[in-house]
Every structure is written in structure tokens, then in C-alpha cells.
């Protein structure tokens, strides 16, 4: 009889140990080790389907130009945000994995793609809901569905193989690789070995038969995927479903992607029937309002291949208590903290005794530095309570000594700053090479330091 190996694995992320450890040495988390099996003797080969030999196959080095490279077939979902973010359309055999807290519309987004997509096979495997909750929530989002959607309320991956090899279905949906048990591991089903071994009994079934497979999975706290760190290198294609439950808009963001950009972004409007795709973000993400406020400005950015405008707020007021608070939401902190730096260094405006709050409009999280000359002149605006004048809007990044630097795709910026409606657009004079400005309706000023940009908009 084979000898059962055992190791410690840490649950937060992955780390492998042959004994019990109190801290982790990768994550640094306490108290995360747990003991598993794993069955690494080739006679328990774990297998999607254990009648075919993968391992009979030989690969021979082919030269580069020898390849055949055939465009990658893809199935286009009615869901244009889906197809935009994951690169087109979902490539077959590909595993993608949907990222989001709970209660934010993973399953409501998987059924809603499992219904809408005409004439196709499809199977949604649940080990999260009844069939009857599944139907309930079916009747809200489509109540004549157009697929041929089945649904399968099953966790162990061996019933699902032997339901799919009856069924045959051109998509698989699983809801929640967590839920999933494999009978070749011990361990309950959430926990490292089996999401570790579920995720690759998938991935050879849709690199064997060409099915894509779509995964949701659970993500802990502080916002991680749950399950180990590898998962998310098994996958093709990491999406995350983000957003704030309280606000209607939600953003399907890719992280990783094999097959595209992984910048693109989604957005959506949770309505009562479902989600309903926003095609044109920029006039949702900034309020309607008819006079300028202080401490409130737009920033031209670009999620991916898509150019946005947002809306940032900033609060600045004098600290009740010893120590000022920093706070921002949707922006990163740090960040935060070195433009206020910069403005009380190098522009001389006293802010180390000051509260200063930052909130980017509609729930977004901007990564985009960019953003930067639209937060500053927003702290501005907010410490000397006086508006930045209406229709004005900003694209620039800010380095450590107060200079203005040229960002991306400026063209893209300016041309939508036009369309919405802005007169101004404050850009970087490094952006100002090979751009024809008497292209644009829009009042286009250029500056070199932050300082001018103050003069300019404060006098
Ligand atoms: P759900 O898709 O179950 O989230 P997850 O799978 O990520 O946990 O949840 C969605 C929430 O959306 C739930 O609180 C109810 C709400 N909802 C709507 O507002 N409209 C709808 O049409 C549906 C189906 C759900
Ligand atoms: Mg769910």
C-alpha cells in the first residue's frame, strides 16, 4: 500500500511546509497551517477523466514558423461589457475565474450570461442554491430564457464529469470552485488541496475538450481570491466583480488574461431584473449638478482601452485632534499622502495640520495616475474653498518635485473631455509634442509645474 504523504499547507496562501509552523514565512499570517494528504503517487493520478491516458501524448519542439496559428475562435456573448473585458469574446477551452465579495452579482452575472447566450448549450453547476432559488432568480433576469440552459445542483467533480459527458454542453458555469469536492483528496471541500485540485481537474477538461469553463470563486477580508495564490496562475483569465453593495454600479475588471488586455474594465447597473450593461460610463460617473463646489473636480482617465471621465471629491478641514486623519476612498492612500507632500513642499500650502478626506465618485477605484493634477487642484479647491471653475477638466500626473508630466493616450482624453461637454482640459506641455491643437473645440493648456495650474485656475 502507498504511503500517505502528508504536508502543512498555510489557508491564506498556499505556502507548502513538511512541518507545523505558528507564522507564515510567505504571507507572514498566524496560525493559518493546517495538515493535508496529498496524493502525489502517480497511481492515484487524479484525472477528469481517468478512461483517457494524458500522458501518452508526446510534444516535439516545433519551430516558431512552423506553427500554424489559427485566430482563436471566439463565442461573442450578447453581454458587450463580457466580451470587451475578457478580449473579445470567451475563447474555447478557456478557464476564467470570477473574483467578488459576497452578495455582489457573480451569480447573477453567470446566469444572466448562461441565458442570453442564443442556442447554446450550457451548463450551470450550483453547490450554492436549490434549483429552485436558481429558477426564482432565472424568472427575474430572463423569463424565456434564449440558451439552452441546464442547471445541476451537484459539488462532487466526479458526478459533474459524468453529468457533462452525458450532456455534452458548449459552456460550463460553476458556482463557486469552494463548494466543489474531489474524492481523490480528503480534505472538506474550501480548503487549499481541494480548490487546488477541482481548479485542475477543470482545467484539463476544457483543455481536452475545447469547453470553456467559468469559475466563481469567494474572496477572503482583505480581498484576495480565497484558495491558494496558484489558483489564479492555473486560469487563463482572472475577472474581478467589484463595486460597492450599497451604490447600483458594479465593475468587472480583468487582473490576468491570457487572451487580451488586462486592463479593460466592465461596467454594470444592478437593476431589479438583473444587470444592465452602462455603455457610457463617463455620464453616469459624474453628478449632475449646475454650479461649480469647491473641492470637486473631473479627471480625464482611461480604464484600459477606454477613456473615463471621474469625479473626485476632497474634503479638507483643520483636525479637531492632535493627529490629522488621511483618508481615500478609491484612490491609493499613499499616493494620496505623497501629492500632499508635494503641495505643502513645493506649492507652500499648510496641510500637515489638516484633515484630508478623497472620494472618487459612483464607488470606482482609479489607478490611473493621471488622476493626480484632478486630486491635487480638488485639495486645493477644497483648503482655500474656492471652485474650480465649471467645465474644466484635468489629465496629467504629478512627479516628487511639483513638475507636470505627460501621461498616455492624450488624444483619447481630449477628444472625450470634448465630447461631454468640457471647455478646458489641463495636460502636461511634455503631451503637447505631436498634438494638433487647433483639432479641438476644447481650450487645451498646457503646464509644466503645478504652480502655473493654481495661478491659472485661482488667480
Ligand atoms: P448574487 O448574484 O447572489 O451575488 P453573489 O453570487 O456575488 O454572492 O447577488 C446579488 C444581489 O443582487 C442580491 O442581494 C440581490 C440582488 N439582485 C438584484 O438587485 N436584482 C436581480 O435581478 C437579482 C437577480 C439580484
Ligand atoms: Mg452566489
Redesign the pocket.
Known sequence: MAKIKTAYFCQSCGFESAKWLGKCPSCQQWNTFVEEVIDKGPKNAPDWKTSTPTTSRVNKPAKVQEIAYTEDHRLVTPDKELNRVLGGGIVGGSLVLIG?????????????VALTIPKLKILYVSG??SEQQIKL?AE??LPNPVSDCYILTETSTQNIFKQIEILEPSLVII??IQTLHSAHIESTPGSVSQVKECTAELLRFAKETNTPVFL?G?ITKDGMIAGPKILEHMVDTVLQ?EGD?HH?YRILRAIKNRFGAASELGIYE??????REVSNPSEILLSQREEPLSGVTISATMEGMRPMLIETQALVSTSPYGTPQRSATGFDTKRMNMLLAVLEKRCGFRLGAKDVFLNIAGGMRVEDPSIDLGLAAAIISSHEDMPVPYKVCFAAEIGLSGEIRAVTRIEQRIAEAEKLGFEQIFISRYNKKGLDLSKYKIEIKTVAKIEEVFSLLFG
Open positions: 467578488g465579495e459576497p452578495g455582489i452579482g457573480k451569480s447573477t452575472l453567470m446566469l444572466q450554492e442554491e432568480r427575474r433576469i458556482d463557486s466563481i469567494h466583480f453593495r447600483v444592478m437593476q431589479g431584473s438583473g444587470l
